[in-house]
């Protein structure tokens, strides 16, 4: 895939032309079944401990830093020439940035063109209707691209929100979310349930919105209006009932590009750059999926920032 091409195609597109991208993309997600290099439980992607996956944090409408990321992995030729490589975003792929439509039209080309290969977690800013954070831009920018027909594709997009899937694991070794681990949750059939109405308010939130915090026991009320910050004594417990050493998650920017937390159990990843956040680097990850690593202070040489 050309990706320069794709990047100008989004800049360009009309109105139906993107839909039907968005139409196609929810289409594929929808009769998804297991693939080489993935098994799938409801909105829970269980990769194969085999070949590397590239795992990129938020990018919030940031698609010069994502063709960064691109370039200077190379990882696109690598994902062509060895189809055990896998691409992992962690979700928010827009809000805050101008390019925010173009970053959707991206990731499901992206998608589309590597269907075995490509996984879009949902962040919470592809939350359900009921939880949509704040501020919420991506409508401003929609509309300054398609003008009256900015609604229907609006529609659309949330459609596919719906579709995204909520986490990734590889057995043994991690656990990947957009926000963090619920205090309550006690198996990954919970996370798989995810797309199940009765969980929405509990797990998905949680999933979601939650914030690693060092002070906290147990889980406190976020300050974010939604979701929990939760202490490192939930973190042991969630991993070890999930058979997981390392949580990566996005949802929270780092100066360089990456933090760790909770007795460096935790990788959180942050891939965008620029105003609001203070940021100095973005960073990712290319992570050999076979090797075990107890901790993500392990996980360091494998880490990029840009
Ligand atoms: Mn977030």
Redesign the pocket.
Known sequence: MDFSKTVKESEGISAEDFTELIDKTIELLRFESNSENFTLAGKLVCLKPVGEALVIG?LHGDLVSLRVILEQSGFLQKMETDKRQTMVFL??YGDRGAKSPELYYAVSSLKLAYPSQVVLLR???EGPSDLI?SPHDLPIFLQRKFKEKWVAVYQRLGDLFGYLYTAVYVEDRYLMV??GLPSKIRSLQEIADTDKPHTRKTFLEELLWNDPDELVRGASPSPRGAGNLFGKTITQEVLQKLNAKILIR??EPAVNGSSLNHDRKILTLFSRKGPPYFNKFGAYIELPLNEKFENANQLLPYIHKF
């Open positions: 938020d979700g928010d962040g919470n800013h954070a957009h926000g996005g949802h």
